[in-house]
């Protein structure tokens, strides 16, 4: 059974850090990419990072560029986003999902297997 575990979420105040993992068990953790979605309530749920099973492609949208970090530890099976300079508009829930390839597509209804996520809340 696969299971996918987001932690990391919490309260920080607009300017500060958090770091979100992403803990995965049940597959061959390296064989697949994995991404990081996050949803405001009552709007759709939107792509955020996405690194590639060797971590040698790494994606993030245009809003946290320069700001968040993505990477991988295939011994730990664990992924780290790692939020930074954080802002009041990336208050959100955040997901881990697992592509069903080594490559991102990001394509929501295409995920494998989602999380339940975390949430961050970033206060101004």
């Known amino acids: 059974q696969v299971q996918v575990v987001e932690s990391g979420g919490g309260l920080v105040e607009a300017g500060g850090s958090l770091n979100l993992s992403c803990t995965v068990s049940?597959?061959?953790?390296?064989?697949?990419?994995i991404g990081w979605f996050r949803q405001v309530s009552g709007k759709e749920r939107s792509a955020v990072s996405c690194?590639?099973?060797?971590?040698?492609?790494?994606y993030h949208t245009n809003s946290v560029k320069g700001r968040f970090n993505i990477s991988r530890d295939n011994a730990k099976k664990t992924i780290l986003l790692q939020m930074n300079s954080l802002k009041s508009e990336d208050t959100a829930k955040y997901y881990c999902?697992?592509?069903?390839?080594?490559?991102?597509?990001?394509?929501?209804?295409?995920?494998?297997?989602w999380g339940q996520g975390t949430q961050v809340t970033v206060s101004s």
């Open positions: 999902a697992i592509e069903k390839s080594t490559y991102c597509r990001l394509e929501i209804d295409q995920m494998a297997f």
């Open positions: 049940g597959l061959s953790f390296g064989d697949y990419a």
């Open positions: 690194i590639n099973w060797n971590a040698k492609m790494i």
